[in-house]
C-alpha cells in the first residue's frame, strides 16, 4: 500500500513548441515573423484610402442635387416595393448599377478575351442595356410589351426603365394613369426578373436560350401572378 501511494502517476505527455507565424517580412534588413512586426507596420497594412467621390447612379440632368436625388430614390423604392420582392429586388438593383454584367469582368480577358462579352454569343460588350434591353435575345420581348400598350402611349424603351420618372401616357391613358403606371410596373419588374434569371441560367450553367414564344408567355404569366398578388 505505502508503495502505490508513492508511486509516480502518469507520465505528461509532450507538449509541442508553438507554431511560429506563417507570415515573414523583412524589418531592418532582418526576417521577421508576424507576431514581432512592430506596431507601425502593422498599422500601414490596415491602412483604407480616402474614399473617392463618384457620381450617385441616378444622377441626372433634371437630378443633381443631393436633394433631388433624394427624393428620386424615395419614389424607386416605393414603385418596387409594388411588386414581389425577388422582382423589384432585380430593377432597384439595376437603378443602382449593382447588377454584374459582363462588361464588369474586363480583368478576366487576360484568360478569356469574350468575358466581357454578351451571355447569348452577340459580339457586343454586355452592359446592362445589353443585357436587358437591346440584346437580338431580349428585345422582342419588350417589342411585344410595347406594342399591347401602344394605345395608351406606354414606353417600354430603356430611357423609361432606367429611369422612373420617364413614365408618360398619352391623352387615352390620362384618366387611367396611376392604373396604367401600376399595371406597367408590374409587368416591367416580372420582365426584368425573367430576363435577369434566364441570363444567370444560360451564363453558369449551360442552359440554352429560350425560343421567343416562351419569353412572351413567360413575361405575361409572371405579370399575370404578380397581378393577382397586388390585388390580395
Known amino acids: 500500500m505505502h508503495h502505490l501511494l508513492h508511486q509516480a502517476g502518469p507520465p505528461t505527455p509532450p507538449v509541442a513548441p508553438a507554431a511560429r507565424h506563417a507570415f515573414y517580412a523583412m524589418v531592418k534588413g532582418v526576417t521577421t515573423p508576424f507576431e514581432l512586426w512592430p506596431r507601425d507596420m502593422v498599422i500601414a497594412l490596415g491602412y483604407h484610402a480616402p474614399a473617392t467621390p463618384v457620381r450617385h447612379p441616378m444622377t441626372s440632368t433634371t437630378r443633381t442635387t443631393t436633394a433631388a436625388l433624394r427624393g428620386y430614390v424615395r419614389r424607386v423604392r416605393r414603385t418596387c416595393r409594388l411588386p414581389p420582392p425577388v422582382h423589384g429586388d432585380v430593377w432597384l438593383r439595376l437603378l443602382f448599377h449593382m447588377l454584374p454584367v459582363n462588361c464588369r469582368f474586363a480583368y478576366l480577358q487576360v484568360e478569356r478575351p469574350d468575358a466581357i462579352c454578351c451571355t447569348y454569343g452577340c459580339v457586343q460588350v454586355e452592359t446592362q ?19 399591347a400598350w401602344s394605345r395608351f402611349g406606354v414606353s417600354f424603351s430603356w430611357l423609361a426603365i432606367s429611369d422612373l420618372d420617364r413614365f408618360s ?6 384618366r387611367l394613369k396611376d392604373a396604367l403606371k401600376t399595371l406597367w410596373t408590374l409587368l416591367t419588374a416580372a420582365t426584368l426578373h425573367l430576363i435577369w434569371t434566364q441570363h444567370n441560367l444560360v451564363q453558369y450553367e449551360d ?13 405575361f404569366l409572371g405579370w399575370m401572378a404578380s397581378v393577382r398578388r397586388w390585388l390580395r
Open 207 to 219: 442552359a440554352g436560350a429560350m425560343p421567343p414564344r416562351a419569353w412572351t408567355e413567360l413575361s
Open 129 to 147: 442595356r445589353h443585357a436587358f434591353h437591346e440584346c437580338a435575345t431580349i428585345s422582342p420581348v419588350w417589342t411585344f410589351h410595347q406594342d
Open 169 to 174: 401616357v398619352n391623352a387615352n391613358g390620362d
